[in-house]
């Protein structure tokens, strides 16, 4: 049975709209660095009970497969937190472009093959991510009968993302969005365990042991997915764990990144065609012995990073916030319009916002904020006739009115999310940079350090440009000016008695 609220570590609960359809990952990241130890988190030999044969093994089996293992292997390398961790090395020299690795569909575990296993017809109407977990757990318990027996013993059994801390450290996220979206994925992934085992688990013990279809072991499962599930096969239906290629550690410092080569979707998962490789290319030349590298992600923040991972980038730091999933009220008489133009303009009609430190809020936050607040007079851009332009009609301002609610709303919603945090960014800071304090102590307030420079200066950006409210031109300015009805200082050019005087 699922864990009560009492059970878990969270003592609040919120809801992971991200994995409504999909799933999104990276895997544990180890960026080489000494400046910051907090900022990865690998699994060290203290916890970390994978052996160099287990490693070895997998590559043997995937050489038995046909993959050209020849350019890399896995073994200890230097880590930056707690002595030393596995990745990817280079067993030869590889030059730059050059294919490190390159592993096959048929290799591959996703959705239809865990429709083609035993399991299938248990979970055919489970979300895909749902498949891909059980079937993993399902492969866990047939231990050396299972095909990939190998890859299974190769993986982690201690994780580090915050799903997986205790209730202490824990306790130094609270009133982060870390903490709000770590306590969202608890919520769901026990939720749905539980439905799981009242209606499959405990109904087809046989099939289903306890001692590996546990709540601790789908926890488990889907951190695995969380951590390794790699682009461009880490969203909804697409979702694969590549063997091999998920052994590859994160660094922001570089621009490699996993390529889908040959096949499409439809060979990917259960159509015609030949089927697709999974390859891994290096962005530079690679000496032998030096350590491999993938940027799981150039446009995270680091509070997504830790959120899978329970790291942030030394090297690349990325402080941010993610504002949304942000909906149109229904209140809002509009709503079904204003929920046109979004889709018009290629947003979903509960668009996410991704406000970084150091750095503007994006554009289209400031337009969508317009729309938010597009009421009264100024609603009149939202009728039919408007509706393929309407969203480049309110990328600039609409009306002094308009331009104020928008600011202000954004200034309120930055307000409510700082007033969430029971520190002060200097308070953040100590903690960070004092390296007495654990690692994921340092990790908890460089993060939420990193949100709130965000939110401060958000909140900065829209209070200036509520100072400058009076120097704007507004769109019946710019409508005028057009038509030549206004002069360059604003003044009207129109003379009633221009065409009708002698």
């Known amino acids: 049975m699922a864990a009560s609220p ?22 544990r990241a180890r960026a080489p660095s000494a400046i910051d130890p907090a900022a990865s988190a690998p699994a060290t030999a203290a916890h970390d009970a994978r052996t160099q044969a287990d490693f070895d093994a997998l590559w043997r089996w995937l050489d038995a497969n046909g993959v050209d293992v020849s350019k890399t292997r896995v073994e200890l390398v230097d880590g930056s937190v ?26 591959w575990m996703t959705p239809s093959t865990a429709a083609d296993s035993a399991i299938g017809p248990f979970v055919e109407n489970q ?73 499959i688990f405990s109904a087809n013990r046989p099939t289903f042991p306890e001692s590996v279809f546990s709540e601790t072991e789908f926890l488990w499962a889907f951190g695995v997915l969380r951590a390794r599930c790699l682009p461009p096969r880490d969203q909804g239906d697409d979702i694969a764990l590549v063997p091999g290629l998920d052994m590859a550690n994160h ?59 329970g790291f942030a980038d030394a090297f690349c730091l990325r402080p941010g916030y993610v504002l949304g999933p942000i909906e149109i009220p229904d209140t809002d008489v509009n709503q079904s319009d204003k929920q046109d133009v979004l889709e018009v303009a290629g947003l979903l009609r509960a668009p996410l916002f991704t406000i970084r430190a150091f750095e503007d809020p994006p554009a289209e936050l400031r337009v969508f904020s317009r729309l938010l607040n597009l009421k009264d007079s100024d609603a009149f851009l939202l009728e039919a006739i408007f509706r393929a332009e309407a969203w480049s009609l309110i990328s600039e301002p609409v009306s002094e009115t308009n331009e ?22 200097d308070e953040d800071r ?11 102590a340092r990790l908890a307030a460089r993060v939420a350090m990193g949100e709130k420079q965000a939110l401060l200066e958000c909140m900065g ?32 050019t129109y003379d009633p008695f221009q065409d009708t005087m002698a």
């Open 430 to 440: 100590a903690v960070a940079e004092d390296f007495s304090n654990s690692p994921r």
């Open 6 to 27: 009492r059970s878990t570590p969270f003592a609040r609960r919120g809801v992971p709209t991200a994995w409504r359809g999909g799933i999104s990952s990276r895997r």
């Open 82 to 107: 707690g002595g030393r961790g596995w990745g990817l090395v280079a067993a030869k020299d590889i030059a730059a472009g050059d294919a490190a690795l390159s592993v096959p569909q048929s290799l």
């Open 127 to 199: 979300p895909a991510w749902v498949k891909l977990a059980v079937q993993l757990l399902h492969e866990k318990s047939k231990g050396d009968e299972s095909r990939w027996s190998a890859y299974v013993a190769a993986l982690p059994t201690k994780l580090d993302a915050p799903l997986f801390w205790s209730a202490d450290e824990l306790a130094y996220l609270q009133g982060s969005q870390l903490f709000t979206n770590a306590a969202g994925y608890d919520a769901y992934v026990r939720g749905t365990y539980a439905s799981l085992e009242a209606e």
């Open 461 to 492: 950006f829209f209070a200036n440009v509520e100072r400058r409210l009076d120097q704007m031109e507004y769109y019946q300015e710019r409508r005028l000016r057009s038509l030549n009805l206004l002069d360059r200082d604003g003044n009207s």
């Open 404 to 425: 104020r609610e928008a600011c202000l709303t954004m200034i309120a919603g930055c307000e409510a999310a700082l007033s969430l945090y029971p520190s002060r960014v």
């Open 251 to 309: 660094s922001g410092l570089v621009n490699s990144t996993w390529t889908l080569n040959g096949g499409g979707l439809g060979s990917v998962f259960g159509g015609a065609g030949s089927g697709p490789s999974m390859l891994f290319r290096a962005d530079e030349r690679v000496v032998a012995g030096a350590e491999l590298f993938v940027n799981y992600g150039p446009n995270k923040v680091d509070s997504q990073f830790a959120l899978d991972f």
